[in-house]
């Protein structure tokens, strides 16, 4: 049973359909990489997915025991966060506010996960610092490592590396990658093509014309080609 | 000066205006901290004048409990304006604007086509400043205000780790199956309150302050949202009762001798934030 389905699934606001008809699923341990111009849905479609839009056809199915809430989402960075005073230790225990179900406060056992995915990420020295005294990369590990409390199972990462330095953008994917080799199915949103095709195992286009595969089936696609080129071409 | 103040405080409203003073400072700094961050300190100044208009019409209509028209109408502009969070038609500030000011103009011309006393730019004064009404509770008011402050603390405290996420990021705490919605309309719900309470401190112009300086002053120094809120907290509790205290002993309005310690309060934090 696949962690997670769409089927039939058609994506907009009010009567604005961006996407038709998407289907895809996604089991443990993939990777998949969403990838399309600006404007062709992307994050609509993860926003979709976390069931903070409603589809405007089809359904989401979980399965394999995932359940709706146990998403680790990474979000792309808002204004507030950027002035936000918060400890980074205040902002991966609110990772856990899924498994508080009614209790108000957090026990021993939420914080000691939360201890756990900030050694995880390696930013334990970093755990009474203020956020928005850290560097993006620093910003995006505290994010990462609060997305890892909700769940183990499935990430979805918005664009987790705009905005950062060659370097620090190597350090996240390695980062993601060994998450995905501990068996975290991601779903992520990219921009830079030539990484989703390094990393990814399947791969979901979308805009005028629809994709989903595995790698190897895009990359000899006529439309993989030509957006490989394209986009590998401007970013070389 | 200590015995005069002593010779003060024998009088039961003096001790009745240093009660609800601090408790409605307590709520609001508490308060401030998410609405500052969330981008919506001029909120405070909306919903009041939304309460002025409010007062103005039963001022107009001679009902005797304001209370239960001033307060729903608060409730539902409140509602309104921070139900949807960021996904409003109009985007926060200017709908908090037009609200805002709508009602301030609607309330003052009311005010003029039914004049209900000889003196209409006393009465305006008096609701925009809050002039005297701190010293003029009765029992049942402070009885009344001392239950809503606890009820408003004691939700703040419960949801506290809620209401941080809910502010931090939204759109991750509704993913992980938090009802986003209902804490907004539950936040919403206690600025109303909030607000139509302070009028009686500070007068609806001055609101604003009293939701934001302690907020702000604190922001200055800590860095971390538990020692941000309690600063706050505390800071705005103490500034309360300097303020009225000084009010008394000097004889200034009380509203605005409060802001003005506030004030005062947040250059000095911005100054320790500065040597930091």
Known sequence: ????????????????????????????GDYLCIVGENGSGKTTLMKTLL??????????????????????????????????????????????????????????????????????MGITDLRN??????????????????????????????????????KVTAEMYSLIERL???GTAVIMISHDIMRAIRYASHILHIGSDVF??????????????????????EQA | MISKLIFYLGFPFVRYALIVGVLISLCSSLLGVTLVLKRFSFIGDGLSHVAFGAMTITAVTRLTNDMLLVLPVTVICAVLLLKNGHNTVIKGDAAIAMISVSALAFGYLLMNIFPTSGNISG?????????????????????LCGVLSLTVTILFIVFYNRIFSVTFDEDFSHASGTDTGFYNLMLAVIIAVVIVLAMNLVGSLLISALIIFPALSAMRVFRSFLSVTVCSAVTSVCCAFAGIVISILAGTPVGSTIVAVDVLVFAVFTLIGKRR
């Not at chain 1, 009567?15 to 895809?24: R, T």
């Not at chain 1, 903070?52 to 399965?63: R, Y």
């Not at chain 1, 595995?214 to 071409?233: A, C, V």
């Open chain 1, 1 to 28: 049973m696949a962690l997670i389905t769409a089927r039939n699934l058609s994506l907009g606001y009010d009567s604005h359909i961006i996407v038709k008809d998407l289907n895809f699923s996604l089991n443990g």
């Open chain 1, 51 to 120: 069931h903070l839009i409603k589809p405007a056809a089809g359904e989401i199915i979980t399965g394999d025991g995932l359940k709706k809430n146990e998403i680790g989402y990474l979000p792309q960075q808002s204004l507030i966060q950027r002035d936000f005073p918060a400890s980074v230790w205040e902002i991966v225990l609110s990772g856990c506010q899924g498994r508080l179900g009614k209790k108000p406060f957090y026990s021993d056992e939420h914080k000691k996960l939360a201890e756990e995915n900030i050694k995880k």
């Open chain 1, 180 to 182: 995905n080799k501990d």
């Open chain 2, 123 to 143: 009465d305006v004064c008096t609701t925009l400043f809050g002039s005297t009404s701190i010293l003029t509770l009765s029992k049942g008011e402070v009885i």
């Open chain 1, 212 to 233: 989903f595969g595995t790698r190897e089936e895009y990359i000899t696609t006529k439309m993989g080609q030509n957006f490989l080129n394209r986009e590998g071409g």
């Open chain 1, 129 to 166: 610092k203020c956020y928005r005294d850290l560097s993006g990369g620093q910003q995006q590990r505290v994010l990462l490592a609060r997305a890892l409390c909700a769940t183990q199972k499935l990430l979805l990462l918005d664009e987790p590396v705009s905005g950062l330095d060659p």
